[in-house]
């Protein structure tokens, strides 16, 4: 298995551009997770799906983010407009979902918005 | 929701020590416990995890053990090497679509 897909690896954009990150979970996990890593916030959980349906979004951390899972093999996290402050790593993680499940991470994506 | 906290949040042992990090959670029903590492820029990786049914578990030199009476859980690694060195993170789970809570993680430094 090749495991949580995520690309780009890297992405550098200007403030104010849109950014889209996309992700591949594991096959046949029914949960996926969105988490924004910074050293000043640590690890924390934007939005998960569950069966592809969104289940908590809370964690987003305005408008300008919003997050799609079109079917179980495909997610983006999108942010329009970008600004500097979400420089980050952006990791996504998949689970088989059924109950307490481990979940396993996606490479990141380091973003930097100059 | 749940909370966990996470202590200490740096840890420095010299290598053969043994190093011990603990979490407490709140919601009593939380019912699975893994323990994540990650390394210099990588991504968390689970290294051990236990289940509310269970005490303690072990895997070579990493042991979790649970209190869920006191709502504690705590990782112990034996036997330190320099490659232990990273950031280890806790989480807790009640089982709601394998969502978990994360604690803030404890960056332990093995020195030689």
């Known amino acids: 298995d090749a495991g949580v897909i995520q690309s780009p690896r890297h992405e550098v954009t200007e403030m104010g551009q849109e950014v889209t990150l996309r992700c591949k979970p594991i096959s046949g996990h029914n949960s996926l997770f969105w988490y924004r890593q910074t050293m000043m916030r640590g690890l924390e959980l934007l939005i998960y799906?569950?069966?592809?349906?969104?289940?908590?979004d809370s964690g987003m951390p305005e408008d300008r983010f919003s997050a799609k899972m079109p079917n179980a093999s495909f997610s983006t996290l999108k942010i329009q407009p970008s600004e500097p402050r979400d420089s980050a790593v952006y990791f996504c993680a998949s689970s088989p979902g059924h109950s307490a499940d481990t979940q396993y991470f996606g490479p990141g994506t380091r973003l930097t918005v100059l | 929701g749940e909370n966990v906290e996470q202590h200490p949040s740096t840890l420095s042992v010299q290598e053969g020590d043994s190093a011990v990090i603990k979490c407490t959670y709140s919601d009593s029903a939380s019912n699975y416990f893994p323990w994540y590492k990650q390394e210099l820029g990588k991504r968390p990786q689970l290294i051990i995890d236990i289940r509310s049914n269970v005490g303690e578990k072990k895997d070579q030199r990493i042991a979790v053990t649970l209190n869920k009476t006191a709502k504690h859980f705590s990782l112990h690694i034996t036997e330190t090497q320099p490659e232990d060195s990273a950031v280890y993170f806790c989480?807790?789970?009640?089982?709601?679509?394998?969502?978990?809570?994360f604690g803030t993680g404890t960056r332990l430094q093995v020195t030689l």
């Open positions: 799906f569950n069966n592809n349906v969104p289940i908590d």
């Open positions: 989480a807790a789970s009640t089982g709601t679509a394998s969502k978990l809570t």
